[in-house]
């Protein structure tokens, strides 16, 4: 099924998701959707939550369809849903003048990273430990 050029799930690429997922990790929900769902003061204080933090979780009460919340959550504040873990929604929306959180870049094929080097540092040691 082919996406939408505004689907807010697919403008960052996963890894980043999955970087702003780990972030959102120790946060508490900053703004709670009741049972009226997505009002306009809803909209208005997740519009905030977004300037002021860039990154948000948003705890839906009771969703009758949690997809299509968390989707229309993310259109209506113009941000990147970047996950729905349980009944919290994740948005992401850069600062447009001074954006904190930085996301990673995919590196360049054949490029080595600290990763790597970290990887081979422990394998090393633990081929020495066996002797």
Do not use: W
């Amino acid at each position: 099924m082919p996406t939408a050029p505004d689907d807010p799930t697919k403008r960052l690429a996963g890894f980043q998701r999955r970087y702003l997922r780990g972030l959102a990790n120790p946060r508490k929900a900053l703004v709670q959707v009741g049972e009226g769902g997505v009002s306009d003061g809803v909209a208005r204080a997740i519009d905030r939550a977004l300037e002021d933090h860039e990154l948000v979780k948003v705890r839906l009460h009771a969703p009758d369809d949690k997809k299509g919340l968390a989707r229309e959550l993310a259109l209506r504040a113009r941000a990147e849903l970047c996950g729905l873990v349980g009944h919290t929604v994740i948005l992401y929306r850069a600062h447009p003048d001074d954006p904190r959180i930085a996301l990673p870049a995919r590196p360049a094929p054949g490029d080595r990273d600290a990763r790597d080097d970290d990887r081979n540092a422990d394998r090393d040691a633990d081929a020495r430990r066996a002797r």
